[in-house]
């Protein structure tokens, strides 16, 4: 059993429950411990050496949050070695600094602050941008996709995995493989590419280039794509890998896809001269807020400055 757990963030709300029961299957598939871990609000959190000038209220005794989920969890058969931990603080500040000695954080869409129409609460952006680990966020059921999935639609289960051609995070090309051979799943992988193409017609305009050939880009971007996964398929011979390279916007494509799908992975943004700071990038911060299925956003290998 490896000595890294997964952790599920919980805080009592629905969104956190459904999350505890994803991070409980994926602990059972990884042959891990669970650690449940409730960060609690109550103490006001600040800079360390901030002066705080208000009293703080004493920090409340037990812990009903975590009481609930035990309680929950007693008597279930098969589970795997559960550690509950309680620490007062910040989520967006605590979670990031436990995923240091974890395999996997597991955290609902929102919790209970917040406002109710949000589709992703502030914990889960600040979690998935600075944590060490890959982090899935499990959505509320019902999320309604838009778009027209790629590929015939089949039994059985399937992981997304969207893909930069030109520019691929081996990362997460490396845990959306090794979720796939977890889940005995089918590996879908979405790649797109710009189309139309647009260039400078008059100052302030653009205009489509009608020059490109749509055919020749597409089978640019099957080639790249194919060498990107040389190695991948080869770790990993018995995962059934399919290959969808679609014009137009990534994001769209990559959210279509999740619908019914088991997990879909992304990448988080990489550090830039210019942007040293982390990021989620654009299409990773659009299919955590729209896709149907759980997204794991999985961190770049070595960041500068970690």
């Known amino acids: 059993m490896s000595t890294l757990p997964v952790i599920a963030a919980v805080d009592g709300s629905e969104d956190s429950l459904r999350a505890l029961e994803w991070a409980l299957s994926e602990a059972r598939l990884r042959d891990a411990p669970l650690r449940v871990v409730h960060v609690r609000q109550y103490t006001e959190w600040t800079r360390p050496g901030a002066m705080v000038v208000m009293p703080l209220p004493p920090a409340p005794q037990g812990d009903q949050v975590v009481d609930q989920v035990r309680a929950s969890l007693a008597g279930r058969e098969g589970l795997p ?37 949000l589709l992703l609460g502030s914990n889960g952006i ?29 039994p059985g289960p399937r992981i997304v995995i969207g893909v930069s051609a030109d520019s691929p995070d081996t990362q997460a090309l490396a845990f959306a493989f090794e979720a796939a051979a977890r889940r005995s799943a089918r590996l879908q992988v979405v790649s797109a590419y710009p189309w139309p193409v647009y260039a400078w017609s008059v100052p302030t305009d653009f205009a489509a280039m009608s020059l490109v050939d ?12 194919n060498d990107v996964l040389a190695a991948h398929r080869k770790e990993h011979p018995d995962v059934r890998v399919d290959v969808s390279v679609l014009g137009g916007d990534a994001a769209g494509h ?39 299925s759980p ?11 970690d």
């Open 295 to 305: 997204v794991a956003v999985v961190p770049p290998a070595a960041e500068d400055g």
């Open 126 to 154: 600040a979690t998935a941008r600075d944590a060490a680990c890959p982090v899935v966020v499990v959505p509320r059921p019902g999320r309604e996709v838009h778009g027209e999935a790629a590929g015939p639609a089949e």
């Open 254 to 292: 990559v959210v279509a896809a999740s619908k019914d799908a088991d997990l879909v992975a992304v990448g988080r943004h990489r550090r830039r001269l210019l942007q040293p700071a982390r990021m989620l990038g654009s299409v990773t911060h659009a299919v955590l807020l729209h896709a149907a």
């Open 214 to 225: 749509k055919d020749a880009v597409e089978a640019d971007t099957h080639r790249l794509l």
């Open 81 to 117: 070695p559960v550690e509950y931990l309680t620490l007062d603080g910040a989520p967006s500040v605590v979670l990031p600094e436990l995923s240091s000695n974890a395999q996997l954080i597991v955290l609902g869409s929102r919790g209970r602050g917040g406002f109710a129409s």
